[in-house]
């Protein structure tokens, strides 16, 4: 908008407001997974911009901290997925409405 | 701003869009790749060069890919009956909708005291690998650990069982 | 001397060509020009090469299975790709009914991109190549792990159970691989110190009593270049991990539904594919566009890099024909159970290589280590299997 990293703050809240919404309003596991992938990446955007506009990019701290963050997220994926294909196993479904009791 | 940051960020967007919108899941999880491959390039406008190379490998790579076999396995091309959205979608909606009124309302409060750098940084590989074993050695030793826990746990959660309860 | 100039030029042949055309132009457009040249020369010469190397595929082929291979367009039959492109181009494109139009039209698209975008950074002579990153190794695996997500959409997009089964083999396969390939690769960069590969080629063009410093010729080197040389050949889906494509296997895979010039495409990116591996296999292992021996550099530098990787080539064509073909469950445990932890133990050995210093005494070291390493996993590997003597049936 007014300056670039205004701009790019603003698609990262977009985006992270979609991510949310996305995982707050689906049925299926895999879509709110998805739309927690969609908050971190707009998490990464974020930490990214602040980076190359704030003093001291050579510190690269937000270059480090984004891409511990897409390590951190990969693995989460790769569990909160396992999961979701555990849980589908047990009780043939993966949409989050009928898994509402904790009995097996 | 430049014509591309608004053409990369429009194509994130729609990618995100369409992500959480769109009925079919394998679709779903296509448009999320071009979220993903919108962002990377957004990376590389912003001069980070690992860091979006890094997302093509990681997001695009092997969690698109992750999440296309997930779907696979739990049979997503069946649609179900009663609708993709919960009953209580307009909650999610506004709950989303605050909280980007508020983010947005932070970004645009404080653009005078957001700090601005125009030079460009010049960062080479080089600088990023003495930064990991050097300042950042911690983390990257505890995200190694992190990563062998979280895939050993994944195959262990969503292997076959071998043997049912007798 | 005249002649050293001559071999100069001959060698920068392509970059002075470049520079007279672009100098026709203002000053300011002249950078972007000198790309879009580059471009229009990748996009040009890859795809030349490919044709000829179907040629060369299937006379070999033919040659090594006791037949002559094509032979009856133009002499000896080099002007089959003619043929075989007019035929793909004028065949009817068939999409199935229940096929998801959109992405069954975008996935050969996506392949052939990102197949191309691999080849930006390839030095493919000297000061001949296109972007010089400064993480160009990893831009190259970048773009390598996008185009396993086209296989999948080709293959998913179908709606045919031969080409979803293709798709999530060729999947798989191509994941496990390319942990490999990363994981070699990694030692090269580790011994280097960059991931640009013009300074990893430069790394490489010294001589020492006219012997070059490839670092095929290390035993670390060695070993990481058979790793990688495994993995390339799983990547690329052929012989013989070819099981997601076979055609006594699942008709054609993940392109079974694909007809005409689409289907063109997908054998374009393939070979494509096969072409960017082995440019990079010789840009870490081979010393990419450096002469074999020090009396042989007024060749020019191009000449080299091509000739290796045509080399390659051959030696791809040659498995395919001789070697039969791995199960799906053979080639997932090979990687995981043999091929990763030697690549990993390559890495370990190549440290030890660098800190021993000069010397024959990390020669004998690392040697014996990877032998060791091989025997051990070899026999641990092959406990399960009982093999008796060896028996022959000629057939009467």
Redesign the interface.
């Known amino acids: 908008m007014t300056t670039p990293l205004a701009g790019y703050l603003l698609v990262a809240a977009l985006l992270f407001a979609i991510g949310l919404g996305g995982a707050l309003v689906r049925r299926n596991a895999i879509l709110v997974l998805i739309g927690i992938e969609l908050m971190l990446n707009a998490a990464n955007l974020n930490l990214i911009a602040f980076w190359r506009f704030g003093p001291h990019p050579e510190a690269l701290t937000g270059m480090m901290f984004a891409i511990f963050s897409i390590a951190v997220a990969a693995a989460e994926a790769a569990v909160g997925l396992g999961l979701v294909i555990a849980i589908y196993r047990h009780t043939n479904t993966a949409e989050l409405d009928k898994i509402d009791r904790m009995k097996g | 701003m430049s014509l591309t940051f608004y053409l990369l960020a429009a194509l994130t967007l729609a990618g995100g869009l369409a992500a959480v919108l769109l009925k079919h899941l394998v679709h779903c999880a296509l448009a999320v790749t071009v979220a993903f491959a919108g962002l990377a390039l957004l990376f590389l406008q912003l001069d980070a060069q690992f860091a979006g190379f890094a997302q093509i490998l990681v997001y695009i790579g092997a969690v698109a890919i992750l999440i296309v076999f997930a779907i696979l396995l739990t049979r997503g091309s069946d649609l179900p009956k009663d609708g993709v959205f919960s009953k209580t979608w307009y909650l999610g909606l506004v709950i989303a909708a605050g909280v980007f009124a508020v983010l947005g309302w932070a970004v645009l409060a404080s653009v005078r005291a957001i700090p601005q750098q125009d030079v460009v940084p010049t960062v080479t590989v080089h600088d990023i690998g003495i930064a990991l074993v050097g300042r950042y050695v911690l983390p990257l030793e505890i995200v190694a650990l992190l990563l062998t826990a979280a895939t050993i746990g994944a195959v262990i959660v969503a292997m076959h069982e071998k043997e049912r309860a007798k | 001397m005249a002649t050293n100039s001559f071999f100069v030029n001959l060698d920068q042949i392509f970059i002075l060509l470049r520079n007279w055309l672009v100098g026709f132009l203002p000053a300011v457009l002249r950078p972007a020009a000198g790309v879009v040249l580059g471009v229009i020369a990748i996009v040009c010469v890859f795809p030349g090469l490919f044709a000829l190397t179907t040629v060369f595929e299937r006379k070999g082929l033919g040659r090594i299975q006791n037949r002559i291979g094509p032979n009856r367009v133009g002499p000896y039959g080099l002007l089959q790709p003619i043929a075989d492109g007019i035929k793909s181009l004028t065949k009817e494109d068939i999409v199935p009914l229940s096929a998801n139009a959109a992405?069954h039209f975008l996935a050969p698209m996506v392949l052939v991109v990102t197949v191309f975008m691999g080849f930006a950074v390839l030095p493919m002579g000297r000061n001949m190549v296109l972007v010089d990153?400064?993480?160009g190794l990893?831009?190259f695996?970048?773009?390598?792990?996008?185009t396993?997500?086209s296989v999948?959409?080709a293959g998913?997009s179908s709606r045919n159970k031969y080409s979803?089964l293709g798709a999530?083999r060729a999947?798989a396969q191509m994941?496990s691989y390319?942990v490999v390939l990363l994981l070699s690769s990694v030692s090269v960069v580790m011994i280097t110190?960059?991931?640009?590969l013009p300074k990893i080629v430069a790394a490489q063009s010294q001589y020492t009593n006219g012997f070059p410093h490839w670092y095929i010729f290390t035993p670390w080197g060695l070993a990481g270049f058979i790793m990688y040389a495994i993995a390339a050949t799983a990547e690329t889906n052929r012989s013989p991990f070819d099981l997601p494509e076979g055609e006594s296997e699942l008709v054609a895979g993940y392109h079974t539904e694909y007809s005409g010039f689409k289907f063109a495409l997908f054998f374009l990116g393939e070979y494509l594919a096969m072409f960017s591996i082995s440019g990079l296999g010789t840009t870490l292992f081979l010393g990419g566009w450096s002469a074999p021996f020090s009396f042989l550099t007024w060749v020019p530098s191009w000449f080299w890099f091509f000739g290796k990787v045509m080399l390659s080539i051959f030696v791809f064509i040659w498995m395919r024909g001789t070697l039969p073909r791995l199960r799906q469950d053979q080639l997932m445990n090979f990687a995981w159970k043999f091929v990763l932890p030697f690549t990993l133990l390559n890495l370990l050995v190549t440290a030890l290589w660098r800190f021993m210093g000069e010397g024959w005494a990390r020669w004998v070291v690392c040697t014996v280590i990877l032998v060791a390493a091989y025997v051990v996993m070899g026999r641990l590997e092959m406990r399960s299997e009982h093999f008796g003597r060896r028996s022959y049936r000629y057939a009467e």
């Open positions: 992405v990153m400064d993480a990893l831009f695996f970048a773009m390598g792990a996008a396993e997500l999948f959409m998913w979803l999530m999947v994941i390319e110190g960059s991931l640009s």
